[in-house]
């Protein structure tokens, strides 16, 4: 089931209908057992929402799927990720971090986003104009409720200036936190089962009417568990009302490549839906 953030409260799609669930966002999703929870209001009657209206809303009044809520992020926890920034890094002399983060025991985690700096579905997400070299990152991401169980997923761009990183990896703050630098959406797919490996990730770049890149893979490609992320989140930090955390990029293009004002990033992961934004720059600092 999919359940959406929108302008007039949460709205459930299960099985083709659509129901108004009548609770503040951050107390709704941060229940445990959310999907049994959910699938109760359902069988006790609740608001159904006509086709119209559910669209509408999921048109034109759509909130990310976060309210109060800390953005978390892991790295370097697929291959391409770690190669990638290897080369980057080689001049600084840090490829030997993301080699040897990759491979032990602790995850790198970093704090990614507050969320009025989360741009959601069909928003604008900025590239850093003191940067030359910027990327968006298409990661999945996990709701993780106040008890440290995951209770849903949703798409996440893990929006990134790889020349500020490769200059200094010290640098890594900046060149991940700034105004819109995090795109969550389109809505949480909330699910008891862990998600299934097989699940594909997929983000396309268009510039105009040209499809700058075009990539997918399937989350079974990363190095650790969901679980295993979460826990060391959880090991010392208290979320009251949950946490996202990105799961790190599986996709990165080609090193000739940086984002241009005007972009549109799609990244699409099954079960979930397709998050879209546009790339634009902060018109405080242009
Ligand atoms: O190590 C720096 C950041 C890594 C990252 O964001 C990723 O692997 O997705
Ligand atoms: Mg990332």
Not at 130 to 138: C, F, G, L
Not at 162 to 182: F, V
């Amino acid at each position: 089931m999919q359940l959406y953030h929108t302008q007039s409260g949460a709205l459930l799609a299960y099985e083709s209908k659509f129901y108004l669930i009548d609770e503040p966002w951050d107390t709704l999703i941060n229940r445990d057992g959310l999907e049994p929870y959910l699938l109760n209001k359902i069988q006790t009657g609740q608001p159904i929402a006509t086709d119209e209206q559910a669209h509408w809303l999921m048109d034109d009044a759509l909130f990310p799927p976060i309210g109060s809520q800390e953005v978390w992020a892991a790295g370097v926890t697929y291959l391409k990720s770690r190669d990638a920034r290897m080369e980057e890094s080689q001049s600084s002399g840090a490829a030997s971090l993301y080699d040897r983060v990759y491979d032990a025991e602790r995850p790198e985690l970093f704090f990614k986003a507050t969320a009025s700096r989360v741009s959601g579905h069909k928003q604008m997400v900025y590239i850093r104009k003191d940067s030359a070299w910027n990327v968006p990152e298409p990661e999945l991401t996990l709701f993780i409720n106040s008890n440290g169980n995951i209770q849903g997923y949703t798409c996440g761009n893990d929006m990134s200036s790889r020349s500020i990183e490769g200059e200094n990896a010290l640098y890594l703050p900046q060149a991940k936190i700034y105004e819109k630098s995090a795109g969550l959406g389109p809505c949480l797919y909330v699910t008891s089962q862990p998600i299934s490996g097989e699940t594909k990730i997929n983000m396309v770049i268009k510039r105009g009417e040209v499809k700058a890149y075009e990539d997918s893979t399937k989350v079974s490609q990363i190095k650790r568990s969901f679980t295993e992320l979460a826990s060391f989140l959880f090991r010392e930090m208290d979320f009251p009302n949950g946490c996202f955390l990105m799961t790190g990029t599986c996709l990165v293009p080609s090193s000739d490549f940086t984002l241009q004002e005007g972009d549109v990033v799609e990244i699409s992961i099954d079960g979930i839906g397709t998050l879209i934004n546009t790339i634009g720059i902060n018109p405080k600092h242009k």
